[in-house]
């Protein structure tokens, strides 16, 4: 005669020590190890201890329930989860309770989120106290919605977290996977929108913006534009619209209008006396000449105004080769730009990621050997840098002139001190991530928090 139980591949138990009274958990004795839906995630001290503290939405696919719970932490691990993707968690221990039973099981705290169950039962939890019958499910009692709501004493609670719309046009982009990755851990709803599905409608009393097959978009709380080049008129229209609607946007359709317009912001940049290199705009001069002697001949950078990642980005080291180059791009009828060559910059460039006035990462990029263009695009590599006092003010002075709440500033680092290259309103994240593991997607994602005045709901009463 066994005193073991007898478990389906679906149970509800409950982890009395957190307040959670019921949770439906798969369980799986393929997986080593368990797990628990958790957001939030902070490490603590007490009592000279680590302890960690996070939320639990603990009702599947619902956020209306929210547990602010707190563990001693046991561990940390290395998991590979079902899709490969390796991830480091915190493991807790707490008393788990099935049926009559209860016996302390170890946890790791992950976003479950997009899985089909808050907890996931492993085979180190069941020990020898369980033999598990795939054949039934919920050998100690099913619950119905109406119950699960009465048991958390579940009156309309609110939603905890803002509603965030990225609006962008490749959801697998390193960036934006990011972006949604950073907003979903601080427990928001995020939403990807492709810019070219959304559409206006424009009316005086009631503006709309509509997403691919008619649903209204009426309850964001803040939207993110990454807009790239090519969608810059639609996007910043669209930025627009959702402005008008109330929505905050991180950027301003106005800044990320402004910054798309290279020459208007070099002007801007000029005027409020910040340093750029000696620059001329040209769209067909008749007299190539007098445009090479006007930044101080050759050898000297052409750059074509609709170029990015640095195509369209010429250094011509003779007066020779300038006036071919630029002649050709004036064949073309393309606006251009021809710039003094920093070549004490030795193919580097500083790039700042500055969000509210602050920088949160810095990273200097080096081209390749025999390059010029530090660009990562163009077989740069970023490394981690100190930039000094003078040009963290500059980027800082550059982003809030642009207006821009987020902003990539590249700065030079010439004989005559730093000179702003240019400021990016959707800079990249992988390379400044990567180089720094600061965690600049979740400083957007705080940006937005802040600016809304948002804060962390309280938790509900946990006690039984
Ligand atoms: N005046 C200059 N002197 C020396 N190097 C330069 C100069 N201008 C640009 N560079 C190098 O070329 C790279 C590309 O130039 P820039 O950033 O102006 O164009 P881009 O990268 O094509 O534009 P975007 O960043 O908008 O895509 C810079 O990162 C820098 O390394
Ligand atoms: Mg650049
Ligand atoms: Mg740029």
New binding site residues.
């Given amino acids: 005669m066994t005193n073991k139980i007898i478990v389906g591949s679906e149970e509800w138990c409950s982890l009395p020590g957190l307040g959670i009274k019921a949770v439906k958990a798969r369980v799986d004795s393929g997986a080593a190890t368990s797990s628990i839906h958790a957001i939030n995630i902070t490490t603590f001290k007490r009592n000279g201890s680590t302890w960690v503290s996070y939320e639990v939405h603990p009702i599947q696919g619902s956020r209306k329930v929210t547990l602010l719970c707190e563990s001693k932490l046991i561990d940390r691990r290395v998991i590979k989860s079902s899709n490969g993707e390796t991830e480091r968690r915190y493991v807790i221990r707490e008393q788990l309770q099935l049926g009559d039973q209860s016996w302390d099981v170890d946890l790791t705290l992950t976003n479950r989120a997009s899985m089909g169950f808050r907890m996931l039962l492993g085979r180190e939890a069941m020990g020898q106290r369980i033999l598990v019958d795939p054949s039934v499910n919920y050998n100690f009692g099913d619950y119905t919605e109406d119950e699960i709501n009465l048991l958390y004493g579940n009156k309309n609670m609110p939603s905890t977290g803002l509603k965030i719309g990225l609006l962008a046009s490749n959801p697998n982009l390193y960036s934006n996977r990011r972006i949604m990755e950073a907003g979903l851990q601080r427990g928001h709803e995020m939403f990807f929108y492709n810019i070219q599905q959304c559409y206006m409608k424009l009316d005086a009393s009631e503006p709309e913006v509509h997403y691919r097959d008619g649903r209204i978009l009426n309850d964001l709380d803040a939207v993110i534009p990454r807009i790239r ?1 090519s969608m810059t008129f639609y996007g910043c229209a669209l930025t627009r619209h959702f402005e008008s609607l109330g929505v905050m946007a991180l950027n301003n359709s106005e800044a990320i209008t402004q910054s798309r317009d ?1 020459l208007f912001s070099l002007q801007l940049l000029q005027k409020n006396n910040l340093d750029i ?1 000696t ?1 001329g705009f040209a769209n067909s001069p008749a007299d190539t000449t007098d445009l090479i002697d006007m930044v101080g001949g050759a050898p ?2 052409v ?2 105004l609709e ?7 010429v ?1 011509a080291e003779t007066r020779k080769a300038a006036e071919s180059v630029i002649n050709a791009f004036k064949s073309l009828k393309a606006n251009l ?1 021809v ?5 004490e ?1 030795q ?3 500083l ?1 700042c990621f500055v969000i509210d006035g602050k920088i949160v990462a810095s990273i200097e ?1 080096t ?1 390749a050997p025999g390059e ?4 990562i ?2 077989g ?1 590599t970023a490394s981690l840098v100190q930039i000094t006092p003078e040009e963290k003010k500059l980027a800082i002075k550059a982003a809030k002139t642009m207006g821009l709440q987020v902003a ?1 500033v ?1 700065i ?1 680092r ?1 004989s005559k001190g730093p ?1 702003l ?2 400021i ?1 309103s959707s800079p990249g994240l992988e390379g400044i991530e990567t180089a720094t593991g600061i965690d600049v997607a979740g400083a957007m994602i705080d940006s937005i928090e802040k600016k809304l005045g948002w804060k962390r709901p309280l938790p509900v009463d946990t006690s039984f």
């Avoid at 170029?307 to 980005?313: A, E, I, M």
């Avoid at 710039?339 to 070549?343: G, L, P, V």
């Avoid at 010029?372 to 660009?375: D, H, L, S, V, Y």
């Fill in positions: 080049p290279k290199p620059s000297l950078i750059k074509l170029g990015t990642q640095g195509k369209g980005v250094l730009l710039q003094e060559f920093i070549k910059a193919g580097k460039d790039r990029r081209a010029f263009r530090a660009n695009h163009q740069g990539g590249d030079i010439s000179l290259l240019e990016n």
